[in-house]
């Protein structure tokens, strides 16, 4: 069976498979779509299972862990819509050739709840709920991830909501948020979901696929990463004036340009700065190697995913402490080999993390 899952609302309880099913929806979107051909965007509040997706070509920012970054992303997508609304009514051809956008936002009713809080925040609710209205009809596709969500913690209406997908529930009044029908309290777990869409009359019982996180890793590898070119993103501010991407460009030219370095030697070279200085921060990044915040955000997300620096969480602080306390504690060894590659010695990585820890102990 075809199933359409265009405009999704994607609940259950924890441990009832919604992260694998955005696994599934993501692969197929990465394995059949060229980047530039769709474009990504992906907001993850919840406990970083997306993190996987973090490399692949079709992102048009680094993977969102930030509410007020995922704010900023959508104030910015609403604008997008705009113009394509515009488009559509000068334009028509030009609107045909717009990419879709698929935003993918886990634990959406973490973020709605953050950022309609308090007071003046009517506007941002409202940022949310006309994408949700008039996005489809733009190419821009919504895919919203909620555990146990209800009526309150959703916040918006969901009448645009195309396809409900529910896994198994807590309890009854959390089915009947997403399937508007109880019924996925009862399902056994495991990827066995109701679904509903337009295109169907009732609920339909699915079993959801499932790739296991090392073989989606290996696919990706294979099939997805140097497979192709990267794509000028679509939505790419973030709290960034424009003149920040031009550096790039501006601050070519010079010896020991980093402009000459392989994106694997840029790596290696970036990584043994965090080390010796105990610390890693984007700004550090564009200084010391001449280059635009985007792409220092993308080496900056690497480097998260190596294990080298933590996670961002919430409002965290710009500069991030390296993990490691000695050469041992690197745990991916992917990281030895390119420094290893890149003419460090074990020794040069064991100092560099000796210099960096006192560093972070003198601060
Ligand atoms: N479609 C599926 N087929 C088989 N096992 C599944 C499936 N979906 C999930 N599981 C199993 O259940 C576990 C929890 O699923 P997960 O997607 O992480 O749940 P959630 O994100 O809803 O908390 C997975 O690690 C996997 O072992
Ligand atoms: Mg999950």
Request: contains cysteine.
């Amino acid at each position: 069976m075809q199933i359409s899952v265009d405009y999704p609302l994607i609940g259950g309880t924890t441990g009832g498979g919604k992260s694998t099913a955005l696994h599934s929806l993501l692969m197929s979107i990465v394995y059949k779509q060229k980047p530039g051909d769709v474009h990504l965007l992906i907001l993850d509040f919840g406990s970083s299972e997306l993190d996987v997706f973090a490399e692949v070509p079709h992102l048009d920012v680094p993977i969102v862990t930030d509410m007020q970054m995922g704010l900023e992303l959508l104030k910015q997508l609403k604008m997008v819509m705009e113009r394509r609304i515009n488009l559509y009514v000068t334009n028509r051809t030009a609107f045909d050739d717009e990419a879709p956008i698929v935003c993918i936002i886990d634990e959406f009713p973490a973020f709605i709840g953050n950022i309609t809080s308090g007071k003046g925040n009517r506007r941002n609710y409202e940022v949310v709920q006309d994408i949700l209205q008039l996005g489809r009809k733009n190419k821009i596709h919504m895919i919203l991830a909620a555990q146990d969500p209800t009526k309150e913690s959703i916040k918006i209406s969901t009448a645009n909501i195309t396809a409900r997908m529910a896994f198994r529930c807590a309890a009854k009044h959390n089915s009947r948020v997403i399937l508007e029908h109880s019924g996925a309290e009862s399902l056994t777990g495991l990827g066995s979901m109701y679904f509903v869409s337009r295109q169907h009359v009732g609920l339909k019982y699915l079993q959801g696929s499932y790739m296991h996180e090392k073989d989606i890793k290996k696919t990706l590898r294979e099939l997805v990463y140097g497979a192709y070119t990267e794509v000028e993103p679509i939505v790419k501010h973030l709290g960034v004036s424009e003149s920040d991407f031009d550096i790039d460009i501006e601050a070519s030219g010079t010896s020991n340009d980093p402009e000459d370095m392989t994106d694997d030697q840029l790596l290696a070279e970036i990584i043994m700065l965090a080390f010796r200085q105990g610390e890693l921060s984007n700004n550090q990044i564009q200084n010391e190697f001449s280059m635009g915040y985007n792409r220092a955000k993308r080496f900056e997300t690497k480097i998260e995913t190596l294990g080298i620096i933590p996670r961002r969480k919430g409002q965290s602080k710009r500069h991030r402490k390296t993990i490691p306390t000695c050469l041992e504690q690197i745990t991916n060894q992917n990281v030895i080999k390119l420094l290893t590659d890149n003419n460090y010695t074990l020794q040069d990585i064991s100092n560099a993390i000796r210099e960096g820890l006192s560093n972070q102990q003198g601060q």
